[in-house]
């Protein structure tokens, strides 16, 4: 009640006449094809910037997996001015932060700052995307740390249950793996590889940079203009790493030492851009979206199959991921598979009703105005959903596109997209026996 209760404040706020004078956003593109994105909002106190770029590992190979996440940490390793060190020095000097990171359709390098040093933040920023030394040494310690982490995710139970299920929902296509890459790869990435995805990643045509919070936004594409106009324009097509998602539609399971079992059942769902992405997303909350879903009500509170419940969904240019999941006792992961398997028949059989619409729909847009709260996410989704081909104000549209979703929508998109489950289960061995 309490949750539901500040979804209608959120939505509230978002239809007031004070929300409506959001900040407005400037869009300037370089000669070269670099894209500026500014939201000046002068009663924040900070400022953040994202840059964002066309890569990631849906660019990437079996042999290549992490390349783009490696490279992406590697930047802050050292610049041709600053040490690691001293690149970190130099951001909490201007009162905040710098962080770089590989995605699967994108990279970014981000950074926050007091909201006066909002030039200085964006050369710093120019520096680690423009002038990096990738140090040897410096990319060894990268490594065992991106191995370590691997590690970490392949023995916790849920992270190794759904990177089984990327895998076996997406077959052959780049998504199939984690945006961290393979132990395998990256063990073996040497410097020039990393070198190479720099060049062909880091392109004027390719990158996105946004700016939002307390600045004054003809000065922000002033400096940007003159610190990112010797960025090189396209050398060519990037294209995408050949391979088609063909989901295994079959169950497997997955014998582990763990105390709870994993119950994921895995589908295809339409890209970002497709018409059908809306209804996908609202029927995912009608699913697993919050106390009032389905999974939770019917599997959790009246049946105690689930200790944790929900549907995990992604925001892709290929095929997106439609994931509904369970954590359960061992002895229940076969009445758990049967169950969510019989909630998704539901929804393929059976119209959602109106007030169960209206539901998923509030929880939805409550939890995307939720999310950008912070100037670091604003400048975050205005980068990424420019870059993705979606446009700076894809948010907006989204939300408008949600509003419009029917009840024959939903029934549509379950019968077109829910029809072959990829099913994972992890368990103890014990539990098989």
């Known amino acids: 009640m309490r949750r539901a209760l500040l979804i ?104 926050t700052a007091i909201a006066r040093n909002w030039e200085s933040l964006l050369t710093l920023l120019a520096e680690v995307a423009l002038a990096p030394t990738l140090p040897a040494d410096e990319l060894e310690k990268e490594r065992a740390l991106i191995l370590g982490r691997l590690q970490t995710r ?131 909350a009608v699913l697993g979206g919050g106390m009032s879903s389905r999974l939770f009500v019917e599997l959790r509170d009246r049946r105690g199959l689930a200790y944790s419940t929900g549907v995990v969904t992604t925001n892709r240019t290929g095929p997106s991921l439609f994931l509904p999941y369970l954590g359960t006792a061992p002895a229940n992961a076969d009445a758990a598979v049967a169950g969510v398997l019989a909630e998704i028949d539901r929804l393929r059989r059976d119209p959602v009703e109106v007030r169960e619409l209206a539901r998923a729909k509030a929880w939805l847009l409550g939890n995307l105005a939720m999310d950008r709260q912070t100037s670091a996410r604003h400048a975050w989704y205005l980068a990424v959903f420019e870059l993705l081909g979606g446009g700076w104000d894809w948010p907006e549209r989204y939300a408008r596109a949600v509003e419009a979703v029917t009840v024959g929508d939903l029934t549509r998109v379950a019968e077109r997209y829910l029809a072959r489950p990829t099913v994972v289960v992890l368990r103890p061995a014990e539990a098989v026996r």
């Not at 984690?178 to 410097?191: C, D, I, Q, Y």
């Not at 990393?194 to 990643?201: D, K, P, V, W």
């Not at 004054?216 to 998602?245: C, D, M, N, T, Y």
């Open 8 to 111: 209608l404040l959120v939505l509230a706020v978002l239809v007031s006449p004070a929300a409506a004078q959001t900040p407005a956003v400037a869009r300037h593109v370089l000669p070269n094809g670099l894209v500026i994105l500014v939201r000046d909002d002068p009663i924040v106190g900070v400022v953040a910037a994202s840059l964002v770029v066309r890569s990631g590992s849906a660019f990437e190979t079996a042999e290549t997996a992490g390349v783009t996440n490696f490279l992406q940490r590697s930047l802050l390793r050292g610049t041709k001015r600053h040490s690691r060190l001293a690149l970190l020095e130099a951001a909490e000097e201007l009162g905040g932060t710098l962080d770089a990171s590989g995605g699967v359709d994108y990279a970014e390098v981000s950074g």
């Open 154 to 284: 392949a023995d916790q139970p849920f992270q190794r249950a759904f990177d089984t299920a990327l895998a076996d929902v997406y077959g052959g296509h780049p998504y199939a793996w984690p945006e961290f890459g393979r132990a395998e790869s990256v063990a073996r990435l040497t410097r020039e590889a990393l070198l190479e995805r720099y060049a062909a990643a880091y392109r004027a045509d390719r990158m996105v940079l946004a700016v939002a919070g307390g600045v004054p936004r003809q000065r922000v594409i002033a400096a940007a203009e003159r610190l990112f106009k010797a960025v090189p324009g396209a050398a060519g097509p990037a294209a995408h790493s050949a391979g088609e998602a063909v989901p295994r539609g079959e169950r497997r399971l997955v014998e582990r030492d763990a105390r709870q079992a994993q119950v994921l059942v895995g589908f295809l769902a339409p890209p970002l851009t497709d018409p059908d992405y809306a209804p996908m997303r609202v029927l995912a």
